[in-house]
């Protein structure tokens, strides 16, 4: 599978999870199941899934508004959106008014908000929405703000995954509220990935970060039972740990490339009902792979 299908770039994204999500599904003996994302961010592991025919639909939830405007924008209002990706000047001026129209959404249109969400997310650093511009203000480091802004790929992704706007049902809810209202009730079986904002990073990294309150709720509603496929995806840190003791877990170092690069811890955690894998690799890049507390070297 394609690890870029996705048009946007995120920090620890997780394309490269479609595979292992696939064969995940599979074993647990779901076939072209719905597969639901309540923090979509890139959604890389969701498209990739869709356009190789893996899901029948797939549900995309965040709660920031230029997210949900993205994606949106994608399906409602593709050929405006690729028309702006083609024009666009990549200049300083042009990234001061695209980041305040994003830091203003609530007063522009969807277009509006969801092109400047996609135009931060390439030309800055990291794909951090609230970060600098790679090269910097003054545009005089090594490398420039056109540097991940390749704008044919970018309209050839979006034009195909737009093909599919009829099987892709976007909201912008909290993501709690969005398990409650919609993946709690769907009438066929679903494959529910979770991936929240880090625990110890989540402050640098999103501008809707959790406090340790708010991933004790999600942990209490995941261990409720009141969904039956699930697993979600943390940086590795002991109170998360502890929030999900008792819970099959996979460990995987993983590639960041926020501000610097770096190599970091991160774990999965899987529902009661989830079937796994006997390959169970869920990055082919990363260099270990830790199941139920124990080392092992990837071969890759």
Request: glycine residues 8%; proline residues 4%; contains cysteine.
């Amino acid at each position: 599978m394609s690890t870029t299908d996705t048009p946007l770039r995120y920090p620890g994204g997780k394309s490269a999870l479609a595979g292992f999500l696939a064969r995940l599904a599979y074993a647990t003996g779901l076939r072209d199941p719905f597969y639901v994302e309540p923090y979509c961010g890139g959604s890389g592991a969701a498209v990739s899934l869709l356009l190789n025919e893996v899901v029948s639909d797939i549900f995309l939830n965040d709660i920031d508004r230029g997210i949900y405007c993205f994606w949106k924008a994608v399906l409602v209002h593709t050929d405006e959106l690729c028309e702006r990706i083609e024009t666009v000047t990549l200049s300083v001026s042009e990234w001061q008014q695209q980041r305040k129209i994003l830091r203003l959404c609530n007063r522009h249109s969807i277009l509006d908000v969801g092109f400047a969400c996609l135009f931060l997310n390439r030309v800055n650093r990291s794909g951090v929405l609230s970060a600098n511009p790679i090269g910097g203000i003054g545009q005089d480091g090594e490398w420039r703000m056109d540097a991940r802004f390749n704008r044919a790929g970018l309209i050839s992704k979006i034009r195909r995954i737009a093909q599919y706007r009829n099987r892709i049902h976007v909201s912008n809810c909290d993501a709690l509220v969005f398990l409650k209202r919609k993946a709690a009730v769907l009438t066929r079986q679903s494959l529910v990935y979770l991936d929240p904002p880090y625990f110890v990073k989540g402050r640098c990294l999103y501008r809707n970060h959790y406090r340790p309150e708010d991933h004790q709720r999600l942990a209490e509603y995941l261990k409720s039972g009141a969904l039956r496929y699930w697993l979600v995806s943390y940086d590795t840190a002991p109170e998360i740990n502890a929030l999900y003791s008792g819970m099959r877990r996979l460990t995987y170092q993983l590639s960041y490339t926020a501000a610097r690069r770096y190599k970091g811890l991160e774990t999965v955690f899987f529902s009661p009902a989830i079937r796994l894998p006997t390959d169970v690799d869920p990055f082919l890049g990363s260099r270990f792979r830790v199941w139920d507390g124990q080392l092992f070297a990837n071969n890759v």
